[in-house]
């Protein structure tokens, strides 16, 4: 039976919560890119986030009186939040034959795998936009993404723009700006030079463009959904942020280690967001 005597000293706790704020905070992708709530310290696990309307002014004549009312009637979304954890059990054994950091190690595979987690959970919610382009098993195009950008401005979705694409569909992006495979391979464009130097996709018709691994979600074998979105899109609520807690269990002469997070992710504004349906193989 778990007893809650730590013999875990209070440096190694700390090096671990430390490790794991700071990789949360720094490998999660997608999260900064969309509209972020804070709940926590409420009560409650729904969110109510409003959704204010578009305004359009109209011409006026010198002289006459402004007659015509603009309602601002407001909507809400609402957002519920759950818990996600791990844990690890990290025996008296392995702490004391280590030859690295423990804490350290421990607290980065935690971050690491609760930002995976909440990137995976807004991914998911790309194939629910209802504007799309691509199509199923079908490499992904520099054209689609002028047409997801020109969809966007389209609808009036405030800017900047975000791209996410698995790096297997940004692969045929990179190709076809470098020119890579072409027989006749011309000179590339300033962004074909830099993919070719980096990898970096970079900028593209006013997205601004990244990769991850958490873009997965066809409905079909090989086809996955990337997106084209505005910060408005999406939302993420914190409602308990990151929390490590310990747990001795002196029969096991091990130590529990509980990593919990509370939040929840949820679409806002359907128009301002673009599906990118394509093929995720090489």
Same mark, same amino acid.
């Given at each position: ?15 671990? $919560?430390?490790?794991? %704020?700071?990789?949360? &905070? ?35 004549? =010198? ?5 015509? +009312?603009?309602?601002? #009637?407001?909507? &809400? $979304? =609402? ?16 702490? +004391?034959?280590?030859?690295? #950091? $423990? ?12 930002? /995976?987690?909440?990137?995976?959970? %807004?991914?998911? %919610?790309?194939?629910?936009? &209802?504007?799309?382009?691509? !199509?199923?098993?079908? =490499? ?76 997965? !979600? ?23 942020? %990151? ?10 002469? &091990? ?10 992710? /949820? =679409? ?15």
């Amino acid at each position: 039976m778990a007893i809650t005597t730590s013999t875990l000293t209070q440096e190694l706790y700390a090096n671990i $919560v430390q490790a794991a %704020l700071y990789t949360l &905070s720094e490998q999660t992708v997608i999260r900064p890119l969309v509209q972020n709530y804070d709940m926590s310290g409420t009560p409650g696990l729904i969110a109510q986030i409003p959704k204010l309307p578009i305004i359009a002014s109209g011409n006026l004549t =010198e002289g006459s009186d402004l007659t015509t +009312e603009t309602s601002f #009637d407001t909507t &809400s $979304v =609402e957002i519920t939040c759950a818990e996600k954890g791990v844990l690890v059990n990290l025996t008296d054994l392995s702490k +004391e034959t280590a030859t690295i #950091d $423990v804490a350290a190690a421990i607290g980065r595979q935690m971050g690491d795998g609760m930002a /995976k987690k909440v990137d995976e959970d %807004l991914a998911a %919610l790309f194939s629910g936009f &209802s504007n799309t382009v691509g !199509g199923a098993n079908t =490499e992904i195009t520099v054209s689609d993404l002028f047409k997801a950008a020109a969809k966007l401005r389209a609808n009036q979705a405030p800017g900047p723009y975000y791209c996410i694409l698995h790096p297997y569909q940004a692969y045929q992006i990179k190709q076809q700006l470098t020119g890579a495979g072409n027989t006749n391979m011309v000179n590339p464009s300033d962004l074909g030079n830099e993919a070719l130097r980096s990898g970096f996709v970079g900028n593209i018709a006013g997205l601004n463009v990244f990769e991850s691994t958490v873009v997965t !979600g066809g409905d079909s074998a090989g086809t996955y959904y990337g997106a084209a979105f505005s910060q408005q899109a999406l939302g993420y609520v914190n409602k308990r942020p %990151l929390r490590i807690e310990q747990q001795r269990d002196a029969s096991k002469r &091990s130590t529990e280690l509980v990593c919990t997070h509370a939040y929840g992710v /949820k =679409e806002i504004f359907d128009q301002y967001g673009v599906a990118i349906i394509g093929d995720a193989q090489l």
